[in-house]
């Protein structure tokens, strides 16, 4: 079994740095796009087996250090009550905007609303033995609510933000009842198998440090904190997050993601010796020629120094359009690069 990731996770010395890509199983990838050309996207996130297939398909193609569950963070907000569609991206036609919306809102019981999400774990955890561990996953309870209450992407979340401000009782109410799903959806996924958690916190860097601190800290921290995570080891993704490390530090994860926009030795400085890091590669470096990619792998593992705990990742989540010969080129210059 190959534990660098785990043990980078926890601090632990490594024979070289663990490397794994955020939507590691996806379109870039030609063996992707032919499961995904039977099906719909729900429908293949709904399906154990295809989801466990597309899963570890980078596993095999890349050499990657970790499998990540190939899901959605929106998958367990449908059986609260809303009705999800992608066209491509996602879109609930009925958006939380009164208090009377979230209290319609249920909470939902995973091994009945999301039992492939489940089932899925457990073939992984067969189909991987021997090979890498997995990582489940879930949206932060606010980027969450972003969507919820946007009823799609946005580029401003101005009526997020207007119900904090505005309405701030509703705010608290949706953040309070989209947590506790959150709380039992990620405690579903480590009792399946699911060797370590990422939490995805997409838009929690469109707020300002301190309404970050306000709006957002206590109900991530309330979800980190309830999290049966003795052996499992949490990684907090905020995008954006540069500005205001040490707050977001104060949810309690054991992993920081970090975004390609702070150089990653002086986020290491700001966090202490004790908080692993992941990251945190320019996604759109995957385009460049192989000694570009190679150059800027370098200057990643430099700005670390060597430092115990450290996973390689990108800043987000790896483009589309990417050449999977770059994707697999990348991991292998971390590999050699960092062989200890």
């Known amino acids: 079994m190959n534990n660098r ?37 729900l429908e293949l996130c709904k399906t154990p087996e295809l ?52 209290e319609k809102l249920r909470i939902p019981d995973p091994e009945s609303d999301v039992p492939y999400v489940l089932q899925a774990i457990k073939i992984l955890r067969k189909e991987l033995a021997g090979k890498v561990p997995l990582i489940g996953f879930g949206g932060a309870p606010f980027t969450l609510a972003c969507y919820m ?3 799609k992407g946005s580029k401003d979340w101005a009526t997020i933000k207007r119900m904090m401000y505005a309405a701030p009782e509703v705010y608290a109410a949706l953040m309070e009842k989209v947590t506790m799903m959150d709380m039992e959806y990620l405690n579903a996924q480590i009792k399946a198998g699911a060797q370590a958690i990422q939490i995805f916190d997409t838009w929690g860097g469109v707020l300002s440090p301190t ?7 206590p109900y991530t921290t309330k979800l980190i904190n309830g999290l049966n995570r003795k052996e499992t080891p949490v990684i907090h993704f905020v995008k954006g997050s540069g500005t205001m490390l040490p707050t977001v530090q104060k949810a309690g994860g054991d992993v920081m993601g970090l ?9 290491r400085d ?65 590999h050699r690069l960092s062989q200890r």
């Open 5 to 41: 990731f785990l043990d980078a996770c926890w601090g632990k010395p490594v024979d070289r740095t663990p490397v794994w890509l955020m939507r590691q199983a996806g379109r870039y990838l030609p063996e992707y796009m032919a499961v995904r050309s039977r099906c719909s996207f």
């Open 51 to 102: 989801a466990a297939e597309v899963t570890i398909q980078p596993v095999d193609i890349l050499g990657v250090d970790a499998a990540i569950l190939f899901s959605d963070i929106l998958t367990p907000v449908e059986p609260m009550g809303l009705k999800l569609d992608f066209v491509p991206g996602p879109v609930f036609e009925n958006p939380v905007r009164t208090m009377a919306d979230v």
């Open 149 to 151: 209450v946007e009823g």
């Open 211 to 217: 309404d970050y601190e306000k709006y957002v800290l």
């Open 259 to 267: 975004d390609w926009h702070i150089n990653l030795g002086a986020a």
């Open 270 to 334: 700001i966090l202490g010796p004790e908080m692993a890091v992941q990251g945190n590669l320019d996604p759109t470096t995957l385009y460049a020629p192989h000694a570009v990619i190679e150059q800027e792998v370098k200057r990643v593992l430099d700005e670390n120094a060597c430092r115990p705990g450290h996973i390689f990742n990108l800043g987000h989540g790896i483009l589309p359009t990417v050449p999977p010969e770059n994707a697999k080129f990348m991991v292998d210059c971390v």
